[in-house]
């Protein structure tokens, strides 16, 4: 039996949460696309899994974060994950802990896209915290 969406989403933040790259980017689509607002640094809409790389590599750049998920709307190919990201602003060593709403669309048991939604005022008080 093949993994279900939700299966293959909580899936992928246990490989995100052990850094887990290969793991990570082997439930992803050849042609997933990400989506950020670009208030943040590491916002945009990233194509593909160099599109991914970057976005993630632009992310950890920026804050060391943990994912703390406490509801999943499981909505056949649309999973969306609720809860809180929380960590440090790697330039300044402000933690911040910030309400997130994760918006996956999984096909054929790969994520085809995911829009990664945040509270943009908290994690900008945050990133300028310290400066």
Same mark, same amino acid.
């Given at each position: 039996? &093949?993994a $279900?969406?939700?299966?293959?989403?909580?899936?992928?933040?246990?490989?995100f949460? /052990?850094?887990?790259?290969?793991?990570? !980017? *082997?439930? !992803? &689509?050849? +042609?997933?696309?990400?989506?950020? /607002? %670009? +208030?943040?640094?590491? @916002? @945009?809409? !990233?194509?593909g899994?160099?599109?991914?790389?970057? !976005?993630?590599?632009? #992310?950890?750049?920026?804050?060391? *974060?943990?994912?703390?998920? +406490?509801?999943? #709307?499981?909505?056949g190919?649309?999973?969306?994950?609720?809860?809180?990201?929380? @960590? %440090?602003?790697?330039? %300044?060593?402000?933690?911040?802990?910030? =309400?997130?709403?994760?918006?996956?669309k999984?096909?054929?048991?790969?994520?085809r896209?995911?829009?990664?939604l945040?509270d943009? =005022? $908290?994690? #900008?008080?945050?990133? *300028?915290? @310290?400066?």
């Amino acid at each position: 039996m &093949s993994a $279900t969406p939700l299966q293959i989403v909580q899936a992928a933040y246990q490989a995100f949460a /052990t850094r887990d790259a290969a793991k990570l !980017f *082997s439930l !992803f &689509s050849p +042609e997933i696309e990400i989506v950020q /607002t %670009t +208030e943040v640094p590491w @916002g @945009g809409v !990233f194509h593909g899994h160099d599109g991914a790389r970057q !976005f993630f590599t632009t #992310l950890t750049q920026h804050i060391n *974060s943990t994912l703390e998920i +406490e509801r999943w #709307l499981n909505s056949g190919d649309h999973v969306v994950a609720i809860g809180w990201t929380a @960590g %440090t602003v790697n330039a %300044t060593g402000a933690k911040y802990r910030v =309400p997130i709403a994760h918006v996956w669309k999984v096909h054929d048991g790969l994520v085809r896209r995911i829009q990664f939604l945040i509270d943009n =005022p $908290t994690m #900008l008080t945050a990133l *300028s915290a @310290g400066k």
